[in-house]
Antibody, heavy 120, light 110 residues
Framework: EVQLVESGGGLAQPGGSLRLSCAVS????????MNWVRQAPGKGLEWLSY????????YYADSVKGRFTISRDNAKNSLFLQMNSLRDEDTAVYYC?????????????WGQGTLVTVSS | QSALTQPPSASGSPGQSVTISCTGT?????????VSWYQQHPGKAPKLMIY???TRPSGVPDRFSGSKSGNTASLTVSGLQAEDEADYYC??????????FGGGTKLTVL
């Protein structure tokens, strides 16, 4: 069974940093690209970032470019999101999501999400 | 680029059909056949329902169908069932390695 489990969320101050992790199991992680998607409280979904299976291709949404960094450790079946210069508007549930086989912009398996709250 | 435009709500009675629209531009929805739809129940993670405009992943009931005309994509749910009540999000590749979501539509089964 495919499982994705996010962790690392919590309370951060504006201007602060957090590092999210996504531990995966049930599939060969090193064969799949991965994404981060977030959802502000009561709001819609927002794609944030993609990393290819080998880290050879990395993409970011304009809203986080230069502040967030996606990375992965295939040996540890883990995906990461380093979030710096946090803003109030970064408050959201953060999901990791596996790319579907026909396109990196489709997301076929999602974690349960981890809540990040940015507040002073 | 702006988010795709969806109606905030839609509704239908059990057994009826409901269509949810998703309007973008020629740079996203209209420019690529890379539209997908996600179902999200309260407190749950989204679930992929449609990809490539109209293709259902394995396990998704054929009551769910997708289409596209110009810059507008649509999701139709036929034979509405109580468990279809959820939020639905459209999504499109936006070019330049970008992905856009719609604002979401809350589907109510009356």
């Amino acid at each position: 069974e495919v499982q994705l489990v996010e962790s690392g969320g919590g309370l951060a101050q504006p201007g602060g940093s957090l590092r999210l992790s996504c531990a995966v199991s049930g599939f060969t992680f090193s064969n799949y690209g991965m994404n981060w998607v977030r959802q502000a409280p009561g709001k819609g979904l927002e794609w944030l970032s993609y990393i290819a299976y080998s880290s050879g291709s990395i993409y970011y949404a304009d809203s986080v470019k230069g502040r967030f960094t996606i990375s992965r450790d295939n040996a540890k079946n883990s995906l990461f999101l380093q979030m710096n210069s946090l803003r109030d508007e970064d408050t959201a549930v953060y999901y990791c999501a596996r790319r579907y086989n026909t396109g990196w912009f489709y997301f076929d398996h999602w974690g349960q999400g981890t809540l990040v709250t940015v507040s002073s | 680029q702006s988010a795709l435009t969806q109606p905030p709500s839609a509704s239908g009675s059990p057994g009826q059909s409901v269509t949810i629209s998703c309007t973008g531009t020629s740079s996203d929805v209209g420019g690529y056949n890379y539209v997908s739809w996600y179902q999200q129940h309260p407190g749950k993670a989204p679930k992929l329902m449609i990809y490539e405009v109209s293709t259902r992943p394995s396990g998704v009931p054929d009551r769910f169908s997708g289409s596209k005309s110009g810059n507008t994509a649509s999701l139709t749910v036929s034979g509405l069932q109580a468990e279809d009540e959820a939020d639905y999000y459209c999504c499109s590749y936006g070019g330049s390695s970008n992905v856009l979501f719609g604002g979401g539509t809350k589907l109510t089964v009356l």
